[in-house]
């Protein structure tokens, strides 16, 4: 049973950081070749508003409303995938 889960987790887990990769790759001042999970939106070229703009984007790719708290600690491709993985 547990494995079944860990393995359930697992497939959650790329699911969601495919999703995040995906629409950060598809964002017109992110190179594609530069997004990885410790990558930080500042170092992909991303400013506050275009920040904000992602977020609401995977939001709609999750189906998810996040509160304010979550939103504030989302700074890089690590923190959405942790952030939206609840959401999945």
Do not use: C
């Amino acid at each position: 049973m547990f494995r079944v889960l860990l393995r359930f987790s697992h497939t959650k887990l790329e699911s969601v950081e495919a999703t995040v990769f995906e629409v950060l790759k598809n964002l017109p001042k992110v190179n594609p070749d530069k997004v990885s999970k410790t990558a930080t939106f500042q170092s992909l070229g991303l400013d506050s508003l275009d920040t904000i703009d992602l977020i609401l984007d995977l939001e709609d790719k999750f189906s998810a409303k996040l509160t304010n708290k979550e939103v504030l600690q989302i700074n890089s491709v690590l923190d959405a995938i942790t952030i939206f993985f609840k959401y999945k």
